[in-house]
Nanobody, 116 residues
Framework: QVQLVESGGGLVQAGGSLRLSCAAS????????MGWYRQAPGKQRELVASITSGGRTNYADSVKGRFTMSRDNAKNTVYLQMNTLKPEDTAVYYCNAVSWSRDNSWGQGTQVTVSS
């Protein structure tokens, strides 16, 4: 089982930026797709962004134009650059990895809090 460790969360004012990182314990070439999900209190976990092994990205409508997901294969790390943050972006953000054999792995989550 791969270990995924998120970092970079914190408290930021509305309009600010944060960059989340997710470091994998092994090569991310072994994953078909990696994604960032978030879960706000009382809400279901939702997909924020994903990136395929080929580098194709997909974003939730609520973050398009503000968030950018990228990957650094050499560092076994994916990132989520979050700009123009809004209070409604407040949530615990989770890293997810799906292997070619469809094994699903999750990180422990990192809290993002956006104050108005």
């Amino acid at each position: 089982q791969v270990q995924l460790v998120e970092s970079g969360g914190g408290l930021v004012q509305a309009g600010g930026s944060l960059r989340l990182s997710c470091a994998a314990s092994r090569s991310i070439f072994g994953f078909n797709v990696m994604g960032w999900y978030r879960q706000a209190p009382g809400k279901q976990r939702e997909l924020v962004a994903s990136i395929t092994s080929g580098g194709r990205t997909n974003y939730a409508d609520s973050v398009k134009g503000r968030f950018t997901m990228s990957r650094d294969n050499a560092k076994n790390t994916v990132y989520l650059q979050m700009n123009t943050l809004k209070p409604e972006d407040t949530a615990v953000y989770y890293c997810n990895a799906v292997s070619w054999s469809r094994d699903n792995s999750w990180g422990q989550g990192t809290q993002v809090t956006v104050s108005s």
